[in-house]
């Protein structure tokens, strides 16, 4: 019996196969303390157990109904007002004020306005509710015309206010409006509260209005702090408020502000809400994650496409997977495909170059739906992202101080692990028929190993590479991974018995990808480790 050193990876998923001379399987970073005895070189069992898939796969939720519902959109009452007064409210002025009225339509200059701010001041003095009212209301409409903010303010809110006139009035509520426009384009929101509490209607009532003024000028910095005014001073409306909130936020295009506006949208949604709004919630999450995605993607290639924006969108998609069950996200209202938003996440962190990141994403997305279209681009997202991330650090290590060193190889050893299982996965989802591909991903999952120093696994993975691989002659990846079994088993301190079956193999693989010993430097290699092995054991061969 000879004895030699196993050093066996357990691979996700891959069970336990039962058998006299299968042991247990091992931690691939612990070498084995004791040698185990083998009655021969490469038993089948190894490379049952090294082929051994899951099955079934994980199959995730169903897309939504092609007849699934949206949700209402945020939307801003985006109106026109001009400053000017109503032509209603004019032809209904007191006669007492047709002088007034006269000189107001005839003031083309200073002292044409003049006049009739004279006349209307008149006529602010008057016993009569409906004159004064009248004639306060043409005055801040003058007074804007001069340029005194202040002024013309105040006007309005004497007209909106005058004799306690019962709402709704015509006047009075051309006057509001007039003082929330004037106010959206001279004033900041700083100023709002005490401004709005002069006018005859509800606090709430005119910070909404306020708000949705700002946002009809673009003013979305101001837009999004009257709103968030309001949230503070409405808590039954705040979900719904902080919603108008992230949405100024977006547009103004200040990325931090929007992130932080998100996550005061999220402690609403925390809380016992309406299910409109979260729904609403829901969908505003999501729309920002597309929005930051397609700004990203749509960079030209000079530009470059938005790394931070990427990840950002990613984190999108993830909040929303994280706090919100399946049934909600794919159900009324929403109507997202949770298995396409798990792929989606992962596929912006590669594209961002966050390795780490998203191979962990693509792992997630795996135990989601690893069938069809979502395992094949899964299981090649995922193993193009753990050797990245695996290779970015593994070359970092020596460049690290000895105090940093140790932390950071076992964080090494961990991604070499899950490197591994992701070359495994890739190759129990994808199709056979890509077999060259198929070739490559072997053949560097045996790199893996024998840079883990797991010999035996490198060894055994190498040959399932070469003896799988299509035979498309020389060039192709057959005699690469035939190449790199011949020298790393010719290396190793094996006995003749595993010689000998090297020999048998090497001749197998000439006969299948090397036409001619020359063809190739990897047919080349083969055939000059065969040779060399047919006259040292000479007639112990078969």
């Known amino acids: 019996m000879n004895k030699r050193p196993l050093f066996l990876l357990t691979l996700a998923g891959a069970g336990t196969l039962a058998g006299a001379c299968g042991p247990k399987p091992l931690d691939p970073v612990a070498v084995m303390s004791e040698p185990v005895e083998w009655p021969v070189c490469l038993q089948s069992w190894m490379e049952e157990r090294m082929r051994a898939c899951p099955s079934p796969p994980v199959a995730g939720p169903a897309p939504p109904p092609a007849d699934c519902t949206l949700a209402d959109g945020i939307t801003w009452r985006l109106e026109t007002f001009e400053l000017s007064p109503a032509a209603t409210i004019r032809a209904a002025a007191p006669p007492e004020l047709a002088g007034a009225e006269k000189a107001y339509d005839e003031a083309e200059d200073a002292r044409g306005r003049e006049r009739a ?3 209307y001041k008149a006529g602010a003095r008057s016993k009569k509710p409906a004159v004064r009212r009248h004639a306060q209301y043409m005055l801040g409409f003058l007074h804007h015309r001069a340029g005194r903010t202040d002024e013309a303010l105040q006007a309005w809110v004497e007209a909106q206010t005058v004799a306690q006139l019962p709402l709704p009035d015509p006047t009075a509520r051309s006057a509001q409006d007039a003082f929330i426009e004037l106010f959206a384009l001279e004033r900041e929101p700083i100023a709002a509260v005490p401004a709005l509490r002069k006018l005859s209607l509800r606090l709430f009532d005119g910070l909404d ?3 949705h003024r700002y946002a009809t000028h673009g003013k979305w910095k101001h837009a999004a702090e009257t709103m968030g005014e309001l949230r503070r001073r409405q808590p039954e409306r705040a979900c719904h408020h902080q919603l ?9 295009g200040d990325r931090n502000e929007t992130a932080g506006a998100l996550n005061q949208l999220l402690e609403e949604l925390d809380k016992p809400i309406d299910l409109a709004c979260r729904r609403q919630g829901m969908r505003q ?5 597309d929005a930051w995605r397609d700004e990203a993607l749509a960079a030209t290639p000079k530009e470059g496409a938005d790394r931070k924006l990427m990840v950002m969108a990613s984190q999108a998609y993830e909040v929303a997977l994280a706090r919100f069950p399946t049934d909600d996200l794919q159900g009324p209202g929403v109507c997202r495909h949770a298995t396409a938003l798990w792929y989606d996440r992962a596929a912006l962190l590669e594209r961002a170059g966050d390795w780490a990141g998203c191979a962990s994403a693509y792992d997630d997305a795996l135990s989601i739906d690893a069938t069809g279209k979502w395992g094949a681009q899964g299981a090649v997202g995922a193993m193009t992202c753990h050797v990245a991330s695996y290779t970015s650090l ?5 460049t690290l101080p000895q105090r940093d060193r140790v932390h950071k190889q076992l964080d090494d050893a961990d991604r070499w692990r899950s490197t591994l299982r992701s070359f495994h996965r890739y190759l129990c989802v994808s199709d056979p028929a890509q077999g060259e591909a198929r070739t490559e991903a072997g053949l ?13 696994e490198s060894v055994l993975a190498f ?8 035979a498309q002659g020389p060039d192709g990846g057959g005699p690469k991974a035939g190449a790199r079994y011949a020298v790393v088993m010719d290396g190793m301190a094996v006995d003749d018995d595993c010689r000998i079956e090297l020999n048998r193999d090497l001749m197998q693989l000439l ?4 036409p001619s010993a020359d063809a190739s430097m990897a047919c080349t290699t083969i055939d000059e480790v065969h040779q060399r092995l047919e006259n040292e054991l000479g007639p112990r061969l078969p």
């Open 285 to 289: 999450i999501l729309a920002l994650g």
């Open 117 to 119: 701010l004279e006349a």
């Open 511 to 514: 006969d299948r990808h090397c």
């Open 244 to 252: 108008h909130v992230v949405d100024a936020s977006r547009r103004r």
């Open 463 to 470: 040959r399932i590479a070469a003896f799988d691989a299509p």
């Open 394 to 398: 593994h070359e970092t290590l020596p």
């Open 209 to 211: 209005r306020l708000g």
């Open 444 to 456: 560097a999952r045996g790199e893996v190993f024998l840079e883990g120093g797991a010999l035996w």
